[in-house]
């Protein structure tokens, strides 16, 4: 069994584990201003995926594209386009 993602690293996603490619996080972690992000494009987030964030990830967390769309780890492989 897979151990559950880790909430104090932003940079994967609290429910999959996946990398959340946030470009504020890496640009806080190079010390530079946050570029656009891809989520700031996205009509709107999950609510049920939000619901799902664990506790301590809330507000330090970001959520990769798949979970913010809504998606489980069934629903998509992880190689699809």
Do not use: K, Q, Y
């Not at 609510?47 to 979970?67: D, E, H, T």
């Amino acid at each position: 069994m897979p151990c559950p993602p880790d909430p104090a690293d932003a940079r994967h996603c609290p429910l999959c584990g996946a990398p959340s490619l946030c470009a504020a996080e890496v640009a806080r972690a190079a010390g530079t201003a946050p570029p656009d992000c891809w989520c700031f494009h996205l009509p709107a987030v999950d609510a049920a995926a939000l619901a799902r964030i664990p506790a301590a990830a809330r507000g330090r967390a970001c959520l990769c594209a798949r979970c913010a769309a809504g998606a489980s780890m069934i629903d998509v492989p992880l190689n699809s386009p």
